[in-house]
């Protein structure tokens, strides 16, 4: 199993940032990838960015250069910088890990609140 606790939502004005860390704990060596997500009131969870064990990133179309994911190994800790916030970056962000042979997160943080006012 393993265990993942998100921190650093909060409230935020428009172009403003924010940075999210998710610490996993427990089985962590069968987790081929960490990445966030996020939903929005009324509609489906999707990817933010992911990064692979390996280090390789995949990025949303909609994150591509204003959210930056990041880790420290030593930590078990991923990042999620996101800068020039906007109003529609308004959402639950969750953290997410998958083990090795899945295409889809495992495991699943709370989540954090995220709220850009305008």
């Known amino acids: 199993q393993v265990q993942l606790v998100e921190s650093g939502g909060g409230l935020v004005q428009a172009g403003g940032s924010l940075r999210l860390s998710c610490a996993a704990s427990?089985?962590?060596?069968?987790?081929?990838?960490m990445g966030w997500y996020r939903q929005a009131p009324g509609k489906q969870r999707e990817l933010v960015a992911s990064?692979?064990?390996?280090?390789?990133?995949n990025y949303a179309d909609s994150a591509e250069g204003q959210f930056t994911i990041s880790r420290d190994k030593d930590k078990n800790t991923v990042y999620l910088q996101m800068n020039s916030l906007k109003p529609e970056d308004t959402a639950v962000y969750y953290c997410?890990?998958?083990?090795?042979?899945?295409?889809?997160?495992?495991?699943w943080g709370q989540g954090t609140q995220v709220t850009v006012s305008s």
């Open positions: 997410g890990a998958r083990r090795y042979g899945s295409s889809y997160p495992n495991y």
């Open positions: 427990g089985n962590i060596f069968s987790l081929n990838a």
């Open positions: 990064i692979t064990s390996g280090g390789t990133t």
